[in-house]
């Protein structure tokens, strides 16, 4: 696992390259509207770049006391198979430890296969007592 070129950030990326990482990465797009509005509005972001290039990050979310979310776990596939999701998830896991109160609940939505790397940070399924949704974005009136 080399990583000497990788600098870890604790800020937001621009919404610009946000996009494209995710885009990259085989992820939905997102609005340059809604990535301006939200990414400033985490409550963690770790950010990895190479030679000043964004190549993963991840951002907890969420309400700052009852509800968390793990979410945008997103490593460029150039640099990939490199341990950086474990990087991220290890530097996300400390700033929950650190402020998540006993009782919160801490929630994400897992893609396969990337739900393997979740479980190694003590992330476990919900069913069948729980079932993870999602509601769909609509188009605005």
Known sequence: MENQDIQVLYEPPGPEEYIELRIAAGMSA???AAARA???NSLFVVTLRE?????G???V????GCAYIVSDIVVHPSVQRRGLGRLIMADIERYLDAHVEPGSFVSLIADTPADALYRHFGFIETAPASIGMYRPSRPKN
């Open 51 to 55: 030679h000043g290039k964004l190549v």
């Open 57 to 59: 990050m991840g951002r």
């Open 38 to 40: 939200g990414l400033p």
């Open 61 to 64: 979310i969420g309400d700052g």
């Open 30 to 32: 997102r609005t340059p």
